[in-house]
């Protein structure tokens, strides 16, 4: 009885020290100590010579030494886990990780949530359409008639398989894509990307950004649009900017105009970008043509509205000073790095 209980105390020593390196020797451990001819079975099975009167006495012993046996085997097995086994296997856990780069939003899309949330706060909705589209979406609907010049091949890319699919010009065919879905007042505004087929160049790109508004409701007049765009620049480019509207020609617009605000870099003096003017051009705008509205089956004799449309890349070029349009394509991080604004 005594010599049993020095063995035990004797194991528990040998037991306490016992150091696992990795999962290997976790396994040896439980194999000598809890396995079926392990020591813990081994001197469970002295309990049939143990005098009866101390029977209880000795089973109490036994099981808190297979208790304590089974708390260091669990203690090995997650410490294995944790990183002892990685070390025995030549990984360092305690090594830094590799730095993730923060990224940046896009120049284009800095500057198209700029404008878009301009127009959310007056209540314009926003939507896309699709930037394969068809003639009618993006002229026939729009008062393009068919031998107007934009449709010319020099500018617009067709699809070579059916003729009658081209990539959109502009952001215009999204105000017929929402009116032809007959649910008005309409007050929307419409982000996306264009193709022209224009030659590369630091000026021009084959492909390029635009932003569409449209506004169509009862008693929608010129004043409206005015007062709209007023809001927009002066949220844009500040409170002393100053603007001016040009008559122009859209054949989706009558009235038509385009808007100038005074050159945000020189502030009206004169320099190169606005070419010893002191205005830069931004927009394009009018009252949405009787055609249009009929061609989406909306009765120009009880609604009216305006559209707009306007350039992202331009303003975008002038605000970070960016002289060469194809960067913003061109995917270098050493350029896209720099734009680390959160809008
Ligand atoms: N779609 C025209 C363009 O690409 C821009 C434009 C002008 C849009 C007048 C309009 C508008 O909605 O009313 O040059």
């Known amino acids: 009885m005594e010599q049993l209980l020095e063995k035990i105390e004797s194991y ?22 809890l396995g079926t001819k392990g020591v813990v079975k081994n001197i469970m099975g002295e309990m049939k010579n143990v005098p009866t009167d101390k029977k209880k006495e000795f089973g109490q012993v036994l099981n808190d030494f297979k208790l304590f046996t089974e708390d260091k085997y669990e203690s090995l097995k997650s410490n294995a ?49 699709p930037e394969i589209e068809d003639d009618w979406h993006n002229f026939t609907a729009l008062n393009l008639h068919e031998h107007h010049p934009a449709r010319d091949m020099q500018d617009t890319f067709y699809v070579q398989q059916n003729p009658d699919w081209l990539l959109r ?9 929402e009116m032809e879905k007959g649910v008005l007042p309409i007050r929307g505004i419409y982000p996306g990307r264009v193709y022209r087929n224009e030659t590369v160049s630091a000026r021009s790109h084959c492909f390029f950004h635009q932003v569409e508004g449209l506004y169509i409701d009862e008693n929608v007049s010129f004043a409206d649009l005015k007062q709209t765009l007023y809001f927009f620049v002066k949220e844009m480019y500040g409170k002393d900017v100053k603007v001016r509207f040009r008559p122009s020609y859209f054949p989706f ?11 945000f870099i020189c502030g009206g003096t004169g320099c190169n970008i606005c070419k010893k003017t002191g205005w830069v051009e931004i927009l394009g705008c009018g009252m949405v043509h009787p055609n249009v509205l009929t061609n989406c089956n909306i009765d120009p004799g009880k609604y009216s509205g305006f559209a707009f449309g306007m350039g992202i890349e331009r303003p975008a070029m002038l605000k970070y000073g960016i002289n060469d349009i194809r960067l913003f394509s061109e995917n270098d991080v050493r350029f896209l790095k720099q734009f680390t604004s959160t809008i």
Do not use: W
Not at 12 to 17: A, F, P, Q, V, Y
Not at 82 to 107: C, V
Not at 169 to 177: K, P
């Open 81 to 129: 886990g944790n990183g002892h086994q990685a070390k025995a296997s030549g990984i360092d856990l305690t090594l830094p990780g590799d730095e993730m780069p923060l990224g940046s939003r896009h120049p284009i899309t800095l500057m198209r949530n700029r404008i878009v949330s301009i127009f959310e706060r007056l209540g314009f909705a926003v939507a896309e359409g």
């Open 169 to 177: 010009t502009h952001t215009s065919n999204v105000q017929i894509r």
């Open 253 to 263: 617009t009558e009235p038509s105009a385009e808007m100038d605000v005074t050159c």
């Open 12 to 33: 528990k020593k040998e037991i306490e020290g016992f150091k696992a390196a990795d999962v290997k020797a976790v396994e040896e451990f439980r194999i000598k100590y």
